[in-house]
């Protein structure tokens, strides 16, 4: 992915822009000039010349990119560059709130600056405002319902942020249930082996910790596959099914095992 300044020249005219992926960008460009959805200037120059050379003049960083854009329009005057201003291009350049997939709500000047922090299409953004489309890359206008979109954001045990795009290949490369964590993000789960919802940041591992004792020996567990799979548990021999009873208060005891309350203490 290459960042940086470009240059459009069709026929005696040239355009300046910039951008963090400058192919996409290229390409971008190339389509709306063949669909007429380009700026005016370039739309009307294609029109009589409609050939594209492109060039890279300058590569550069992320965090400088709309100042040393702003220098190439300064110092080449683009003809065909509507904006004076780098990245103040109209209906691009009005301030927008979108929600992430975490839904957290960030501010952004323009869409411009919301592309270059986050890696995101400004075409895309752009019909995500004009509620032409419902998502990008998980990301939502402000009034949106964020649990309604495909990517979703989850947190793992430790609070650390994930990013899920397909439950499948998600749940294969942390080794988890796709059923189980299915019903997590669908919201019929607050918790699934320490992971959860952002919504649900608060709730805590400890929070679904169970906890039994026996001879004053006390195990405990947050899901019910570790009782087979933990190798300190299964030589307990606990049944699953008979512990979700005892927890649901149906019997009093499971081969001697009763609930722990460290509160009667």
Known sequence: MQCGIYKINIGDEFYIGSSIDIEQRWNNHIRACNSNRCNRKMAAAFQKNPVLNFEVIEEC???VLLEREQFYINTLKPSLNIA????????YSRKCRLKDPFGEIHTFESLKHACMEHNLCMGAL????????????GWVREDYD????????????????????SVKDFCKKHNISAWSFSSLLSGKMLHYRGWRLPENKYI???????????DGIILSYNHPSELRQNTELKKYNL?????????????TNHQGWTVYNSHLE
Not at 204 to 214: A, S
């Open 126 to 137: 752009s019909d995500l405002l004009n509620s032409n489309k419902d998502e990008h890359k």
């Open 146 to 165: 964020h649990t309604r979109v495909r990517r979703r954001g989850v947190l793992d045990p430790d609070g650390n942020k994930h990013i899920v795009v």
């Open 239 to 251: 049944r699953p099914d008979s512990l979700n009873c005892l927890f649901k208060g149906l019997i």
């Open 204 to 214: 805590t591992h400890n929070f679904f910790t169970k906890k039994i004792i026996k």
């Open 61 to 63: 960083t992320g965090d």
């Open 84 to 91: 004076p201003i780098a990245g103040k291009a109209p209906g």
